[in-house]
């Protein structure tokens, strides 16, 4: 059975991610921040289901913990699926932005990336297959007022995406990123009001996170084994 990190596993389309995974037969490991109890909650849903969940909780910002973390989970079996789901806002314009908003962002955006994926990269190496799946946004692509911080991080994964993927390709392991558009979740629904969304989306709608995780689902698997090194978009027509 293949393992796979989900980080932001506990949030609204990193739950998604998981269940979708997990319904292809891949055990998951449903990451939160500090937040057990919830990530436990959605691992025990997918058991339920009779299909194969862990909860975890470390700071991935946190280089140190992120290791010891990673060393526990690696005593266990090989992580051949990384999906690099964390992310955060904190949103102003760059005039009135804080540098604690810049610092915070990055973090958990790029170190959180980095503190992640690398320690995993040498045990994939290993067995010859694995899937990098870098989770990013139409604003990455297409920028937006009041996220330079968030487009900047987003960006710098897609750079990182294209350059590891080179390094991987010879290795039987790809890296992609999916850059999303407006997604359902709590957050967006209480930001995009039904006009806002009719005139930003050709389809008219949000996306949601199944999904999303329906496509996460197919760079996984082996029909994609040819795609690396790709920043998929999906946003409903919004560029």
Not at 106 to 111: A, F, G, Y
Not at 211 to 226: M, N, R, T
Request: glycine fraction near 10%; charged fraction near 15%; aromatic fraction near 4%.
């Amino acid at each position: 059975m293949k393992r796979a990190l989900i980080t932001g596993g506990s949030g609204a389309l990193g739950s998604a991610l998981c269940r979708r995974l997990a319904e292809d037969g891949i055990h998951v490991y449903v990451h939160a921040n500090s937040q057990l109890a919830h990530s436990e909650e959605i691992a025990s849903s997918i058991r339920a289901q009779g299909q194969s969940a862990t909860a975890v909780a470390f700071d991935i910002t946190d280089a140190d913990a992120t290791e010891t973390a990673l060393t526990a989970l690696l005593a266990e079996g090989v992580i051949q699926i990384v999906i690099n789901n964390a992310g955060l806002h904190d949103d102003a314009v760059m005039p009135g932005m804080q540098r604690q908003q810049w610092q915070r962002v990055m973090d958990v955006t790029l170190n959180g990336f980095f503190n992640v994926t690398q320690p995993l990269l040498m045990p994939m190496i290993r067995t010859r297959w694995g899937r990098i799946l870098n989770i990013s946004s139409v604003a990455a692509i297409t920028g937006n007022r009041g996220q330079v911080n968030y487009a900047a991080a987003k960006s710098g994964l897609h750079g990182a995406t294209k350059s590891l993927s080179l390094e991987l390709a010879s290795r039987g392991i790809t890296v992609n990123a999916i850059a999303p558009g407006i997604i359902t979740s709590p957050m967006s629904d209480a930001v995009f009001d039904k006009a806002t969304i009719e005139r930003l989306v050709p389809m008219k709608r949000t996306g949601t996170p199944e999904e999303v995780g329906d496509l996460a689902a197919f760079l996984i698997s082996e029909k994609a084994s040819y795609i690396s090194g790709q920043i998929i978009s999906i946003n409903g027509g919004m560029i």
